[in-house]
Nanobody, 127 residues
Framework: QVQLVESGGGLVQAGGSLRLSCAAS????????MAWFRQAPGKEREFLAFIGWSGGNTFYADSVKGRFTISRDSAKNTVYLQMNSLKPEDTAVYYC????????????????????WGQGTQVTVSS
């Protein structure tokens, strides 16, 4: 089992930045594919970014490309999401997810491909 705990959410003005963290515990974290999703009220869970086990393979949704950066520190068993130039439409609950499988890009954007989820952290962007 893998336990994921997100932190770093909060209230920020439009144009501001936040860095989310996802601390993993349990089984070997270094070989897991990690991802960030978000879910706004009344909407489906939306893929944002994923990172492969080596950290060298990343992919972003068009909605966040150029503004968000995913990274991982295997020594700390932590994955990060640096969010810049935040917009009110970025307001949502943000979740990290993990799977022991190595996923092709087309599959890595699907929430059902992930086996473990954190509890979520709220991000609110005011205009």
């Amino acid at each position: 089992q893998v336990q994921l705990v997100e932190s770093g959410g909060g209230l920020v003005q439009a144009g501001g930045s936040l860095r989310l963290s996802c601390a993993a515990s349990g089984r070997t974290f270094t070989t897991y594919t990690m991802a960030w999703f978000r879910q706004a009220p009344g909407k489906e869970r939306e893929f944002l970014a994923f990172i492969g086990w080596s950290g060298g393979n990343t992919f972003y949704a068009d909605s966040v490309k150029g503004r968000f950066t995913i990274s991982r520190d295997s020594a700390k068993n932590t994955v990060y999401l640096q969010m810049n130039s935040l917009k009110p439409e970025d307001t949502a609950v943000y979740y990290c997810a993990a799977t022991a499988r190595s996923l092709a890009t087309a599959l890595a954007t699907k929430p059902e491909r992930y086996d473990y989820w954190g509890q979520g952290t709220q991000v609110t962007v005011s205009s």
